[in-house]
């Protein structure tokens, strides 16, 4: 079955509860995010899910020459960061974004989807 990632997005800039208005804001929708996992686990789409650190917590990495560049902060500057994902299998990409939008309505946030390059489609990339 195909994988695809849902990246959660949300402000660079947190407050004290994240991207949440409240305390109990933010606890519903960890509540509801951890109903929303339980249903991807019950389903049969779970694979993986995670919370990722703020931003400025990032350090980069550039190994492309002769010499390793490390600097410290998230590799793009944006008004908007990746706050956490989710590694799904999904029958195709409508199914993915059905899950997307309920993922979106749990967490709150804005929920990116890509499907994982298969080796049919890195085939296909290497013949073009």
């Known amino acids: 079955m195909p994988r695809y990632m849902m990246s959660v997005f949300g402000a660079a800039e ?11 804001a ?3 929708s960890f509540a509801d995010t951890g109903a929303f996992n339980e249903k991807l686990e019950r389903e049969g789409h779970f694979v993986f899910a995670d919370g990722l650190e703020a931003a400025t917590t990032a350090t980069t990495v550039d190994g492309r020459g002769d010499k390793t560049i490390i600097t410290d902060g998230p ?14 299998e999904a029958a ?22 890509r499907p994982f390059q298969t080796e049919e489609s890195f ?5 073009s």
């Open 123 to 127: 085939k296909a990339l290497l013949e």
């Open 26 to 28: 933010m606890l519903q």
């Open 14 to 24: 947190r407050s004290e509860f994240g991207d949440y208005p409240s305390k109990e």
């Open 92 to 113: 195709d990409l409508d199914e993915a974004l059905a899950l997307a939008a309920e993922g979106s309505k749990a967490c709150r946030g804005k929920i990116e989807v």
């Open 75 to 88: 590799y793009l500057e944006a008004k908007e960061q990746l706050g956490g994902f989710w590694v799904i």
